[in-house]
């Protein structure tokens, strides 16, 4: 699966050379828990069902108690969830990292269509097995795509400070965090649906630009 989440050294900056500040030996041991729990979770739920693991059941395979999972992942959504903890901020990330000059929708846009060169799992255009055993696990699961909203709402509010903070701001940043999840769950459905990233990819660059064509320009023709 790549999601950042999943690997622990994404998250380690302490040798990165990028100006942020050395990760400690601590930090580092919790993030490693939360990946080793987190996959011990999705591996349980992928085999069983999201429905059928119990949290008692996923500490135990962790070798962890209850109450300790707990203080990792406050529900048992968070478990699946936490894959996407890297990416709640990235489209306010690309916003405030933007060159000079480059307007914050030309970032975004820029952005979008290297993930989908790359294939990156956000876009919704990868056909990698365990990427799409993930994602239908992941959105065939009532609980976690209402979990997921919550995690979108977060993305928005990070984004639509990045862009000032002011309604504006606020309207532009819920139009935007909207564009790119439909932009991905309709990549996702036409792969889920059995073709390739390879042959979703022209259409998926089009209907991107297209869509920022439209936030660019608003809903009137």
């Known amino acids: 699966m790549v999601m950042n989440g999943e690997n622990p050294a994404n998250g380690d900056r302490s040798d990165s050379g ?119 696990l992941l959105y065939g699961t009532p609980a976690l795509v209402a979990r997921l909203h919550a995690y979108q709402g977060r993305s928005e509010a990070a984004l639509a400070r990045a862009l000032g903070g002011g309604v504006p701001d606020r309207l532009a940043a819920g139009q935007i965090i909207a564009v790119l999840r439909i932009l991905a769950l309709e990549n996702w459905r036409r792969i889920d649906a059995g073709e390739s990233a390879d042959r979703v990819y022209a259409g998926a660059v089009r209907e991107a630009e297209e869509a920022f064509v439209q936030l660019r320009t608003g809903l009137e023709p």
């Open 18 to 136: 990028d100006g942020s500040p050395p990760v400690g030996l601590r930090e580092r041991k919790k993030r490693l828990t939360y990946q080793a729990v987190s996959d011990a979770a999705i591996t349980m739920f992928l085999e069983r069902g999201f429905d059928k693991v119990s949290v008692a059941e996923v500490a135990a395979a962790a070798d962890i108690s209850k109450p300790t999972l707990f203080r990792y992942f406050p529900a048992k959504e968070d478990l699946v969830l936490h894959r996407f903890a890297d990416h709640e901020d990235e489209a306010a990330r690309v916003v405030t990292g933007r060159a000079p000059g480059e307007t914050p929708l030309d970032a975004l846009r820029r952005h979008f269509l290297d993930g989908l060169d790359r294939r990156d799992p956000v876009t919704g255009l990868c056909d990698v097995p365990q990427v799409l055993a993930f994602l239908r």
